[in-house]
């Protein structure tokens, strides 16, 4: 009985042990009544607002002179769903994207982390940015699929803004889509099939050598009619997440798919 | 007996969850239905083809117009065995490196992952390297010993060929070999006793700020005399075990030591 | 009962699993009889000498002539901490700093790793340097932050020194003073912070895509009254390690603050 009961534990101890640890683990709200602290979100997120900038530190950061207020998202885990989100957040506010910049983060994982900065002339244009952000982090994290292996991500959005024009070169007021493919060969695989679905532009392709910050990410950027622009993430996801399956566990999405 | 009983589980269980990750799990071998899927190998490798490359993907990788077919490697962890593997593929088969990648990656380890595209004529062909180079990882995983805090690679070939040449600049047609120290500071050490060992000509050096992806990595590699190679590699493994023993328990080769 | 003791064995055990893996764990003193072995410290770091340094190794290092030995140190995690303990081995040797070099490492955390190398005309001054470098990390570990989501790292000396000059520019024989902040957002807060909490001279500032080799990391460089900087970083770290908390569990610091 000792031995079976040693077992079951065993049993239930490794379940817990192993379960997989999605790369975006839910971050639990917390506060810490700082002025500065606006809230937290998916993917190790983090939203904070600055009302003034202290001069010093504007000419350092080669900020724009019109901005006295910025807000700032950043993220261990995922640059693709908190610029989609900041995307919106840029069409919801006055606010502007000032700088988007990618490291190699993940928490091991094979992608990037992320530093978004938006430019306010008000404080509360900055803050509601920020907010919009963190909100739309629950929509854009719905087809990031990963297993212990990688990673596959889609995004879309009917009509791209000023976050997709800055880090992705996005035409403005178009259909945008991104897919990424990790590791980069099965990016290779899915660019090609998202090309091959549908009538789309290709707008950029960037791998570990160029484009991204070494990720072992391939990600293809296109552009054009919204139903074909869609028709080539949905092509590129059924591949990536089967080819993604091969390595690992089933992918699962982060949150709930939106695309 | 309810605490021994306690203190015994806890001692499996323990002894279950430390078990030291592997920095190159092997793969278990799934397949997914797919013509583009070829196979998967250690280090979270994936082999894939495309028999037709699309024009706008073409374009974009920047591809030779000769090569309608390409076949890929991908890893999360390796850059080092994927690399000489895919040089035994180039000598096997009728296809052509057309670019190798490195990410920084490694799944938290201190190395690289990578990304290699061979270009062919003809779909057999990209295959055939393709599966050639899974093949041969399990060789080439040989002299890859890794423990928690780093890893010492060794790599050699009697007759490097284009693979080594577009990777790592070594003279094709003459013995090769390179040799990782992770963390960087182990690679300098295996550096020195490795050219002090045997009259090899040394062809180049890359450290975490130049010839790296940023890896913590001291790479050094070596041509000359076959004899010689070896005999420097040999000479360099001694010494990175030891060190890198230091750091952590015994590090261990990740299959079966071949040089 | 049963169920009761399995309750309580899983509660023992995932209190075990889950503690929070500090990012730098402490080495344990290893040895391994090889002259060349210094000594290892926190973070994985590895303290080396080479009497000779061999001439072919010594133009790939691209190491000037007049330095017959090099001291080595390396890390897997931290880059402030080795480089602030390599800033006091200088003055208390003599050694010059030949070159620092950051990876992009912290074993999947959000910062960098490093290779120091010490240049010498007598090996013992090499291993001198070294040595105080392994000591003083035991110090400069004191104010590193860190939880699951992130670091706050804070580093002071009251008169820089060469390897604060060679890395970050500090003015030599000033008061010196950095904060990092991960991720950066983190880091962007806690700059501005720093430099509205006293009047100090702003030195540089690296964020993802400029300064660092892509880790998710802001870093604010001051110099100045001492008085100034350490009422600064005081500042910083207070709002950083509030900041930080947001994401995870209470960060703490590594060994014993001596800011």
Redo the contacts between chains.
Sequence with gaps: M?DQ??E???E???K??EEPKTEAPK?TP???G?T??VG?GIG?T???V?AN??P??H???KLDKKYRS?G?????TGAGPQIMAADEAVKATNTEIISV?????T????GH???I?FGAEDVSDARRAVEVTLKELERTFGDVYAND??HIELQYTARASYACEKAFGAPVGKAFGLMVGA????G??I??TA??AANVD?I??A????G???????I?FISGDSGAVRQSLIAAKE?GV??L????GEPAPVTVPYI
């Design positions: 000792k009961l040693i079951k534990i065993m239930e101890v490794m817990k042990v971050a917390k506060f810490c700082m500065e602290f937290t190790d983090i939203g904070l600055i900038v202290d010093s530190l000419e350092v950061m910025i700032i998202i950043g993220a261990r910049e990618l490291a190699r983060d928490k091991g994982g094979a982390g992320c530093l900065i292996a990688g590791p980069a060969a099965i290779v695989i660019a090609d090309i091959k290709v950029g392709y791998s570990p050598a160029g991204t910050s070494y990720s072992n990410e391939v293809l591949v089967k080819l399956g091969t390595l690992g």
